[in-house]
Structure formats: structure tokens, C-alpha cells
């Protein structure tokens, strides 16, 4: 993939690259799946010190994951390492990405809702629904929930739906809108 290749899948997903900064990238494919890593100095807002990660078979602009860009390694190896095993259960589907819940998770299935989901390498251990915490405590317990995801640093934000987990998106520091999203929520279930 060359530079002009990742200015335009960001392109193509609405998010321009500022093309006077030089672009640093490396893409690695990992469990038959194609991921760019990007220092983020290249958008037209004020950029983070940080290294992103993206999955690049979706339609989906979003970062999975992100690492501070001092000290950080390029080496394929060094970045496959930092691909967790979660992706790879991922499927594109035509209405979002998903993934099908295995039979030990579907005893973790409560009906349709957002939930956050523990994980521990690539299997769903819990799940959080976020439209169950208790009438006049929404708040703290979100805030809670957020608290301990961020802590554990294994976890993921979706929809469950049809024994699937929709739209995933990995919980992390880096990712304010989704925290804000988790909240927000929480509220209005």
C-alpha cells in the first residue's frame, strides 16, 4: 500500500488527510486480515503523539486501538503483537461488522442491546448491558463500567443483536467519542 493508497481509503471514508505532512505508515496483514498503522500528525486537527491502528477491510474509519509514538517500534513483528486475536473474528457484513457469538457466549446473551464485552484473548468472558444499570445511578455505573474497561484494556463496545456482536469497537483512552457514546447510552436506555 503506498501513501497515496492510504490518503485515499481515508478519503474515500471522509476523512481527508492533510497532505502536507508526510505520511508514516505500515500496513501487515494478520489472520488473513489487512491492518494500516498511522502516526496521527496527518489530519487537520491538532494530531496526538500517538500510532493508530485500522482495520482496512471495512467501510468503517475508525481507530481499533492506539500507542504513543515515542518509542514506538515499526517492525512487523512488533505490530502483528499488537493486533489482538478479537479482530480476526470480525466479519463485514452489508449492514456493519460483526461477530457471531460462540456457544459458550450466547449463555452471555441477554436479548438486543449496547453492551460492553470482556474479553480474554479472542472470547467474550462478560457482558455488560448498558441499558440495565439501575434507574438514578446510570451515571456512576457507566462511569464505572468505562473505568474498568479502560483498566483491564480488553474490551469492546456493540450492539447484541440476533446472537451477534455488532459493530465492535475496542474500549480505549484514546477513543473519547466513544466513551462520551458509552455514556450518553447508558441515559437514554
Same mark, same amino acid.
Given at each position: 500500500?503506498?501513501?497515496?493508497?492510504?490518503?485515499?481509503?481515508?478519503?474515500?471514508?471522509?476523512?481527508?488527510?492533510?497532505?502536507?505532512?508526510?505520511?508514516? @505508515?505500515?500496513?501487515?496483514?494478520?489472520?488473513?486480515?489487512?491492518?494500516?498503522?498511522?502516526?496521527?500528525?496527518?489530519?487537520? @486537527?491538532?494530531?496526538?503523539?500517538?500510532?493508530?491502528?485500522?482495520?482496512?477491510?471495512?467501510?468503517?474509519?475508525?481507530?481499533?486501538?492506539?500507542?504513543?509514538?515515542?518509542? @514506538?517500534?515499526?517492525?512487523?513483528?512488533?505490530?502483528?503483537?499488537?493486533?489482538?486475536?478479537?479482530?480476526?473474528?470480525?466479519?463485514?457484513?452489508?449492514?456493519?461488522?460483526?461477530?457471531?457469538?460462540?456457544?459458550?457466549?450466547?449463555?452471555?446473551?441477554?436479548?438486543?442491546?449496547?453492551?460492553?464485552?470482556?474479553?480474554?484473548?479472542?472470547?467474550?468472558?462478560?457482558?455488560?448491558?448498558?441499558?440495565? @444499570?439501575?434507574?438514578?445511578?446510570?451515571?456512576?455505573?457507566?462511569?464505572?463500567?468505562?473505568?474498568?474497561?479502560?483498566?483491564?484494556?480488553?474490551?469492546?463496545?456493540?450492539?447484541?443483536?440476533?446472537?451477534?456482536?455488532?459493530?465492535?469497537?475496542?474500549?480505549?483512552?484514546?477513543?473519547?467519542?466513544?466513551?462520551?457514546?458509552?455514556?450518553?447510552?447508558?441515559?437514554?436506555?
Amino acid at each position: 500500500m503506498t501513501e497515496h493508497d492510504v490518503r485515499e481509503w481515508f478519503g474515500n471514508r471522509g476523512y481527508p488527510l492533510n497532505e502536507k505532512v508526510k505520511l508514516t @505508515f505500515s500496513v501487515v496483514k494478520k489472520c488473513g486480515q489487512n491492518w494500516l498503522f498511522l502516526k496521527d500528525d496527518c489530519h487537520d @486537527f491538532e494530531g496526538y503523539d500517538w500510532v493508530e491502528s485500522y482495520y482496512l477491510d471495512t467501510n468503517c474509519c475508525e481507530p481499533y486501538d492506539g500507542w504513543k509514538a515515542k518509542g @514506538f517500534s515499526w517492525k512487523t513483528e512488533d505490530l502483528e503483537a499488537l493486533i489482538d486475536t478479537m479482530e480476526g473474528r470480525i466479519k463485514i457484513g452489508e449492514a456493519c461488522d460483526y461477530i457471531d457469538l460462540n456457544t459458550t457466549e450466547n449463555n452471555l446473551y441477554q436479548g438486543c442491546g449496547w453492551a460492553i464485552a470482556h474479553t480474554q484473548g479472542d472470547v467474550i468472558t462478560k457482558l455488560i448491558y448498558v441499558n440495565q @444499570f439501575e434507574l438514578g445511578s446510570e451515571e456512576e455505573e457507566a462511569k464505572a463500567e468505562i473505568n474498568d474497561a479502560l483498566e483491564s484494556g480488553n474490551c469492546w463496545f456493540g450492539m447484541c443483536s440476533c446472537h451477534q456482536f455488532c459493530e465492535p469497537r475496542k474500549i480505549t483512552e484514546n477513543d473519547p467519542k466513544l466513551l462520551a457514546r458509552i455514556m450518553r447510552l447508558s441515559m437514554e436506555d
